[in-house]
């Protein structure tokens, strides 16, 4: 089981940019899925998540609709579009599974993250 | 806004036991996790809703929970525990999820 996250690259403030991952060893389509941002150094911040059908469980505030989380079953794929970056949105992302069955979000398996640096 | 609270750092010998604490207003209310992270790599969950261990996970960590804090237990900790640690939690009534700061384990 493994997910593989892509898209981290330097932007401008004011920019946007699309992340990417990809699951594999595992049927995606049943789990819901989320991202954890991890500012160098420091500790893990929940940015949003989507169920299995697409549901929204709420976004971090600091999203304030900038960010939007989505998904393609198909494509074993989940994706965080990020708009109106912030040098404060500097950070790993980390793609992680929601644990099944479970009644509050948490997650069970996570991604080595990928790395957005907002700079201008 | 909601936030838990764990000790930046925690230190023992290898053999030792280590006990890592994390407080929430809420947390008598809901479940708490715990997750490692070696320098590095992804986070790994070691313990679920309160004192559950996922498979894989060896059995000297162990989890506990009463009132307002949550303790992550290392019984007779071994030198590739050295690791970051984080509790995470929800806040009551609200879709709010919080990490807390995370505390370095050192096992030397």
């Known amino acids: 089981m493994q997910l593989v996250e892509s898209g981290g690259s330097v932007v401008r403030p004011g920019g946007s940019l699309r992340l990417s991952c990809v699951a594999s060893g595992f049927n995606f389509e049943d789990y819901g899925m989320g991202w954890v941002r991890q500012i160098p150094g420091k500790g893990l911040e929940w940015v949003g998540g989507?169920?299995?059908?697409?549901?929204?469980?709420g976004d971090a505030d600091f999203v304030k609709g900038r960010f939007t989380v989505s998904r393609d079953n198909a494509q074993n794929a989940l994706y965080l579009e990020m708009n109106s970056l912030r040098v404060e949105d500097t950070a790993f992302y980390h793609c992680a599974r929601r644990a099944p069955a479970a009644v509050i979000w948490y997650f069970d398996l996570w991604g080595r993250g990928t790395l957005v640096t907002v700079s201008s | 806004s909601y936030e838990l609270t764990q000790p930046p750092s925690v230190s023992v010998s290898p053999g030792q036991t280590a006990r890592i604490t994390c407080s929430g207003d809420d947390l008598p209310k809901q479940y708490t996790f715990w997750y490692q992270q070696k320098s590095g790599q992804a986070p790994v969950l070691v313990i679920f809703?309160?004192?559950k261990r996922p498979s894989g996970i060896p059995e000297r960590f162990s989890g506990s929970s009463s009132g307002t804090m949550a303790t992550l237990t290392i019984d007779g900790a071994q030198v590739e525990d050295e690791a970051d640690y984080y509790c995470?939690?929800?806040?009551?009534?609200?879709?709010?999820?919080?990490f807390g700061e995370g505390t370095k384990l050192t096992v030397l």
């Open positions: 809703e309160d004192n």
């Open positions: 989507i169920n299995w059908n697409g549901a929204r469980p």
């Open positions: 995470y939690s929800a806040a009551s009534g609200s879709n709010v999820k919080v």
